[in-house]
C-alpha cells in the first residue's frame, strides 16, 4: 500500500514511514517518510547545537571566568531536579525543554566542572 509523505509529497510504500504509535489493533504511521524525516531531525539537531554554541560565547565560567565556549559545561545545580543532560538533548527534548534544562545548569570551565564533581564524591 502507498502512503503520500506530507513533508516532500512524493509516493512511498507504508513501510518508508516510521512507527509513531501502535495499539492493539492498529499500527500509526508517521506523516513524513523516513528520507524527510532524518533530514529535518538532522536540521533541528544542528539549529539546537548553533543555538547552545551561540549560548556559550556569550557567557564565561561561574568559577573562573573563561570565556572559550569550546570548554564549557553545563552543570546542574541541583541533581535531583535533572531531567536529562544537556549533552543529550537531541535524543531527548525539543527546544522548550532544552531552555528549561539549561535554566538549571550553570556553565562550568571543564577544569572547574571536574573540580566540583571531585568534592561533590569525596566529602
Given amino acids: 500500500m502507498l502512503k503520500r509523505c506530507r513533508y516532500c509529497n512524493k509516493q512511498y510504500p507504508e513501510s518508508d514511514f516510521g512507527v509513531?504509535?501502535?495499539?492493539?489493533?492498529?499500527?500509526?504511521?508517521?506523516?513524513?517518510?523516513?528520507?524527510?524525516?532524518?533530514?529535518?531531525?538532522?536540521?533541528l539537531i544542528a539549529r539546537q547545537r548553533k543555538w547552545i554554541a551561540d549560548y556559550k560565547q556569550r557567557?564565561?565560567?561561574a568559577k573562573c571566568g573563561v570565556s572559550d565556549f569550546r570548554v564549557l559545561d553545563f552543570h546542574h545545580n541541583d541533581s535531583s531536579g535533572k531531567d536529562f543532560n544537556v549533552a543529550d538533548f537531541r535524543y531527548k527534548a525539543g527546544f522548550a525543554r532544552l531552555k528549561e534544562e539549561i535554566g538549571k545548569c550553570q556553565l562550568l570551565c571543564a577544569n572547574c566542572h571536574r573540580i566540583v564533581h571531585y568534592e561533590e564524591i569525596n566529602q
Avoid: D, F, S, W
Fill in 20 to 43: 509513531a504509535a501502535t495499539l492493539p489493533t492498529k499500527v500509526y504511521r508517521r506523516q513524513k517518510c523516513r528520507r524527510c524525516y532524518r533530514e529535518t531531525k538532522r536540521l
Fill in 59 to 61: 557567557r564565561q565560567c
